[in-house]
């Protein structure tokens, strides 16, 4: 019987050429060597203290928490941490969509901020601190190079998401009950947390990261098991979402998710045409919505509306009617550029996040935002393929994340926390690796893997 050749543990398997000659019959896996490879017993433990403390890091779950400092700086900082390991994973040269991810970062982080320096004044430290929303794109390389190094079994991962992911869910409902109003702050400023609106009232800010890929399990489980314990589950999930998180494009967007998913295939076509039917009409309502018609939303709604078409307006002015600055893009501000968003948007306290599609276009130009969307498609595909091939409701949920941060794009734009969809598309990535260890190269995940057997 033919062994496969022995090869030192660790990590340098994942730099073995495809190419390099074998005994026929023989593979070396990118993820199944040795045994000597793969997390002993007695060193699972440890694997999974590493992957609690950093996955919430990826997953940019502190980025904008600036009331708890100790996170908030070291979540900012985390790109440049673990630049050497994106540098690893970026070496190797079989992570999918490696190409598409350097063409963007090219683009936005060599161009964007030179156009920031030419349109708004911007010195060089300016222009190079309006970059920081992008590097964590560069988690897809950091991340998946992690996990090689640690070498953990997809449920151990599972578990550890899903844990955080039911985490949240508790800690805000304990927060809810037990934290006194005098806690809850007006203004961003002062708390990115616990938040008092005269729209909302009061509301828990939570990084919900983890939470919604939890809720989005839970659908595909009940989708592949159906059970009253999942469908309980959910609704109660739910009712948190509305009664405590109020985000209500998140709420919107999630809810549509776990509908997809916990659909049965047959039905699954008919929910997509009503879904395109009712998208249509509501694309075709809001172009002929009139002015009175938006106060009214606005009223109904709260300030946020009002401020977002405002807001919406002055930067198609300031854009102008120059084509180079459509495909282009201006570039961005710091709150110590020469110019500052009050001066563009009219609003010291909105961003151009806020503008979703329009803020991208304003920033990176049509072509930036071509090239971001080309990521996130292929991040979509990627985890749709890995979902297909191994059918479980955790690969599922992945997927569903992604599709998740595209439906929610309108408001939450793509660039608003990348970190979520980099750690996502790693861990799927290396969830397919791990699961069909006769694909020698991560790049052959995308062309090799077999048709799926089911739909995702």
């Known amino acids: 019987m033919t062994t496969s050749p022995p090869h030192p543990a660790g990590y340098r398997i994942f730099f073995r050429s495809p190419r390099e000659a074998r005994p026929a019959g023989t593979h070396t896996p990118i993820l199944r060597g040795n045994a000597a490879d793969l997390p002993t017993r007695e060193h699972a433990g440890v694997v999974a203290l590493i992957l609690l403390a950093v996955l919430p890091f990826f997953g940019q779950s502190f980025h904008y928490m600036h009331q708890w400092p100790a996170p908030y700086f070291l979540s900012k900082a985390w790109p440049l941490l673990t630049l050497p390991l994106a540098i690893g994973g970026l070496a190797s040269k079989r992570l999918p969509a490696t190409g598409i991810m350097l063409v963007m970062f090219a683009y936005t982080v060599g161009l964007t901020p030179m156009l920031s320096m030419i349109h708004f004044g911007n010195g060089l430290d300016d222009a190079l601190a309006t970059t920081v929303k992008v590097l964590p794109f560069s988690y897809y390389f950091s991340l998946s190079f992690i996990l090689l190094l640690l070498r953990p079994s997809p449920a151990a991962i599972a578990r550890c998401m899903l844990g955080f992911g039911a985490a949240t869910f508790v800690i805000m409902l304990l927060v809810w009950v037990l934290a ?206 890995t979902a297909s091939a191994t059918g479980t409701p955790f690969a599922k949920a992945l997927n569903d994340y992604i599709l998740f941060m595209i439906l929610a794009s309108p408001i939450y734009p793509l660039v608003f926390v990348p970190g979520e969809m980099a750690t996502v598309l790693a861990v799927s990535v290396y969830i397919a690796a791990y699961a069909q260890p006769e694909i020698r190269t991560f790049s052959g995940i995308a062309r090799r893997m077999d048709a799926p057997s089911g739909s995702a």
């Open 180 to 385: 006194p109003s005098e806690w809850y702050m007006p203004l961003e400023e002062q708390s990115k947390f616990l938040m008092y609106e005269i729209e909302r009232g009061y509301r828990i800010y939570m990084p919900m990261f983890f939470g919604m890929l939890f809720l989005f399990y839970l659908a595909r489980r009940f989708a592949d098991r159906p059970g009253w314990i999942s469908a309980v589950l959910i609704g109660v999930l739910f009712v948190l979402l509305v009664t405590i998180y109020k985000q209500r494009m998140a709420i919107l967007s999630g809810f549509v998710i776990v509908v997809w998913g916990a659909l049965p295939q047959r039905l699954r076509r008919v929910a997509l045409s009503l879904g395109l039917l009712a998208t249509a009409i509501a694309f075709l309502a809001l172009v002929q919505t009139l002015e009175p018609l938006l106060g009214r939303a606005g009223e109904s709604l709260g300030g946020s509306l009002s401020t977002r078409v405002r807001s919406f307006e002055s930067a198609i002015n300031y854009i102008g009617d120059s084509a180079t600055n459509w495909l282009f893009g201006l570039g961005a501000v710091t709150r110590l550029s020469r110019v500052t968003l009050e001066d563009i948007l009219g609003s010291a306290n909105f961003y151009l996040a806020d503008l979703g599609w329009l803020g991208i276009v304003f920033e990176y130009g049509l072509v930036g935002a071509l090239l971001i969307s080309a990521v996130y498609g292929m991040a979509f595909l990627i985890t749709y393929r």
